[in-house]
């Protein structure tokens, strides 16, 4: 019998956390990414939630602590706990409920002050696609318009992106947590070059 094993050249672990509103899809997010589906009925995180996820790319292995961290006012003054050692974060708004984009200004402020840092990578993600109506929804020249804010706030420091997504059909997930594995392992080389 062959040995099936793959060698591993290098193993990556990094923490990252999804933030925005309560109910935008962060959790489904997060749970589509592992493989575990989509469910419609919406549940509370309380204070926060955690899972570890593994995979291999080319000969790197990528090992994921994802903190998913409630949205509800309620849990401000818990949550400055679980941004501690974040490398990335997925800030994420619901494109049917434009107030959720609205508000992404606090917490990525939140994030900011909280990782003790200027920010870390960060991938903007308009979640919800499935449900993007024409006139009613945030448009992607609104939220690229948001982007570029931010670009022009933090500079060059790290990256910011953006994706559109859709929990439910499975659309972008895993791409938006790629986009954010490379912009952390580009912001790693960066600083560690210095």
Same mark, same amino acid.
């Given at each position: 019998?062959?040995?099936?094993?793959?060698?591993?050249?290098?193993?990556?672990?990094?923490? =990252?956390?999804? @933030?925005?509103?309560?109910?935008?899809?962060?959790?489904?997010?997060?749970?589509?990414?592992? &493989?575990? &589906?989509?469910?419609?009925?919406?549940?509370?995180?309380?204070?926060?939630?955690?899972?570890?996820?593994?995979?291999?790319?080319?000969?790197?292995?990528?090992?994921?602590?994802?903190?998913?961290?409630?949205?509800?006012?309620?849990?401000?003054?818990?949550?400055?706990?679980?941004?501690? &050692?974040?490398?990335?974060?997925? !800030?994420?708004?619901?494109?049917?409920?434009?107030?959720?984009?609205?508000?992404?200004?606090?917490? =990525?402020?939140?994030? !900011?002050?909280?990782?003790?840092?200027? &920010?870390?990578?960060?991938?903007?993600?308009?979640?919800?696609?499935?449900?993007?109506?024409?006139?009613?929804?945030?448009?992607?020249?609104?939220?690229?318009?948001?982007?570029?804010?931010?670009?022009?706030?933090?500079?060059?420091?790290?990256?910011?992106?953006? =994706?559109?997504? /859709?929990?439910?059909?499975?659309?972008?997930?895993?791409?938006?947590?790629?986009?954010?594995?490379?912009? =952390?392992?580009?912001?790693?080389?960066? @600083? /560690?070059?210095?």
């Amino acid at each position: 019998m062959k040995n099936l094993a793959v060698k591993v050249e290098r193993t990556f672990v990094f923490k =990252i956390v999804l @933030i925005g509103d309560g109910a935008v899809g962060k959790t489904s997010i997060r749970k589509r990414y592992m &493989g575990q &589906g989509f469910k419609s009925e919406y549940l509370n995180t309380v204070g926060a939630d955690f899972a570890y996820y593994s995979e291999k790319v080319g000969d790197t292995l990528y090992k994921y602590a994802i903190w998913d961290l409630a949205g509800q006012p309620k849990f401000t003054n818990v949550r400055p706990l679980f941004y501690q &050692g974040a490398f990335g974060a997925l !800030v994420v708004f619901d494109v049917s409920r434009p107030e959720t984009l609205k508000n992404l200004d606090f917490w =990525i402020n939140e994030l !900011v002050k909280n990782t003790r840092t200027e &920010g870390v990578p960060m991938i903007i993600v308009a979640n919800k696609m499935d449900l993007y109506e024409e006139g009613k929804s945030v448009s992607r020249e609104e939220a690229m318009k948001y982007v570029e804010k931010l670009r022009e706030r933090f500079g060059d420091e790290f990256q910011i992106g953006y =994706i559109e997504t /859709s929990a439910k059909t499975g659309m972008n997930i895993k791409e938006a947590f790629s986009m954010l594995r490379d912009y =952390i392992v580009e912001w790693q080389d960066k @600083i /560690s070059s210095f």
